[in-house]
């Protein structure tokens, strides 16, 4: 099915990799082709999407950029964006597929079901690998840089302009030539995740082994599981790897986080729900990721029938798990000490149903593509808070970049290339 894609300019496809949770939605969900399009900037991008939601009453995919915040808060983004995503994109799909437990649904305008099915049964296999040639991954902050600046946001905390802050850092290469499709059957080998998605937008491209969902409407019923909390697995040993289980359920400091991220989302969704309705439906629960145990945490509420799908969104938009609180203070600081823009990652990926209910993830673990320039860029970070250890805040962003590395064949590394030589060859925007 993915092979058959190829043909199109525009698809997103949905990958649950099986993880059978409580609150489980499709299994694999692809919109692909696109009979009607919307590509905007901050501005007065939520109101297209309501608009094009209400002129269609389709089925929606596309993604919602992190630097939608400047149309919801006062901000700007002055920061080089190399990958180009814009900042937000949706489309009507020519075709939907959804496969179930025990079936495959296919939506597509005219009556060419079986003439589709044929179609993608006899698709031949394409079996290249994803990386065509070696090339050079670069890192946009030495290690010493990244400890400072960490050691700098936590002056900001001690000083209380926040309570805690997620700061990432890039990796990058240039001029480099890619297999979209094969790369992503290649991260989710290494990583399978249960919101991972492989989007293409003209010649712009998500990879992405996300365990993480932002937000899902379902009726009236608002639904939003933030991570905080990072351990790795223990590939050789079943009991320590419990004892890394244990040793996160107990962290204070990742405990902290969580209850932060908690109730700055309960806080979000409290806007736009009903009152009394917002509850935390588990706490500091720990889930295993092929590579990592993360600690997942579940708010839900009723959304008020005064107020529209797209309210829940612009209210909880960006999640907090990408940003810290307060939020807005937080994304000045983001601005001030990341070096480029996320672009579309920390923003959102999914699908809105023609009754306007909704599921998104966060994108995160996940390899961003412009195959016209050939820029690859991933970024990788954590949430600080004043009791965070500069070095091992920096080890746990290379952490949530193994599966990447695996894939890129950097893993074995114990970091990147020296910087230096990058600052003597000035790419665009630095």
């Known amino acids: 099915m993915l092979n058959w894609t190829y043909q199109f300019d525009i698809c997103a496809f949905l990958d649950n990799h099986?993880?059978?949770?409580?609150?489980?939605?499709?299994?694999?969900?692809?919109?692909?082709?696109?009979?009607?399009?919307?590509?905007?900037?901050?501005?007065?991008?939520?109101?297209?999407?309501?608009?094009?939601?209400?002129?269609?009453?389709?089925?929606?995919?596309?993604?919602?950029?992190?630097d939608l915040k400047n149309e919801l808060f006062p901000l700007t983004s002055e920061h080089p964006d190399p990958v180009g995503f814009s900042d937000m994109f949706f489309f009507v799909p020519e075709v939907v597929i959804l496969l179930g437990k025990d079936a495959i649904h296919i939506g597509v305008h005219g009556d060419d079901h079986a003439k589709l099915w044929e179609a993608i049964v006899n698709q031949p296999f394409a079996g290249w690998v994803g990386v065509q040639s070696p090339f050079q991954t670069w890192q946009r902050f030495s290690k010493p840089e990244y400890i400072g600046i960490i050691e700098q946001l936590k002056q900001h905390i001690l000083r209380g302009d926040c309570y805690e802050i997620n700061f990432c850092q890039q990796f990058y290469g240039e001029n480099v030539k890619l297999i979209p499709l094969r790369l992503y059957e290649e991260l989710c080998a290494a990583s399978p995740n249960p919101f991972s998605a492989y989007y293409k937008c003209i010649d712009k491209y998500l990879l992405c082994a996300s365990p993480e969902r932002y937000l899902r409407k379902e009726g009236d019923r608002l639904l939003s599981q933030p991570i905080k909390g990072t351990m790795a697995r223990h590939k050789f040993d079943a009991s320590q790897d419990e004892q890394r289980k244990e040793q996160l359920q107990k962290s204070a400091k990742d405990r902290s986080e969580n209850v932060m991220v908690v109730d700055l989302v309960r806080n979000d969704l409290a806007m736009v729900c009903e009152e009394g309705s917002v509850q935390v439906d588990e706490l500091f629960g720990i889930y295993s990721f092929p590579q990592v145990h993360q600690m997942i945490s579940t708010i839900s509420g009723t959304l008020r029938n005064d107020l529209s799908w797209v309210d829940a969104i612009k209210a909880t938009f960006p999640m907090g798990s990408m940003t810290g609180a307060p939020k807005r203070r937080v994304m000045e600081l983001i601005e001030k000490y990341e070096a480029v823009k996320r672009g579309i990652f920390s923003g959102a990926v999914g699908y809105i149903t023609p009754d306007a209910d909704f599921d998104f993830n966060v994108v995160i673990r996940s390899i961003l593509y412009n195959e016209t320039t050939g820029y690859v860029s991933w970024l990788a970070g954590g949430g600080i808070t004043f009791y965070s250890d500069p070095q091992q805040e920096y080890e746990e962003s290379l952490l949530k970049a193994k599966a990447i590395r695996q894939v890129f064949g950097e893993a074995e590394k114990e970091s990147f290339r020296d910087v230096e030589a990058r600052w003597n060859k000035p790419t665009e925007g630095q």
Not at 22 to 27: D, K, L, P, Q, W
């Open 18 to 66: 099986q993880y059978q949770g409580e609150h489980h939605s499709f299994e694999c969900l692809l919109g692909a082709g696109a009979l009607h399009r919307l590509e905007c900037n901050a501005g007065n991008a939520f109101e297209r999407l309501q608009q094009m939601h209400a002129e269609h009453g389709d089925w929606l995919f596309g993604h919602l950029g992190y």
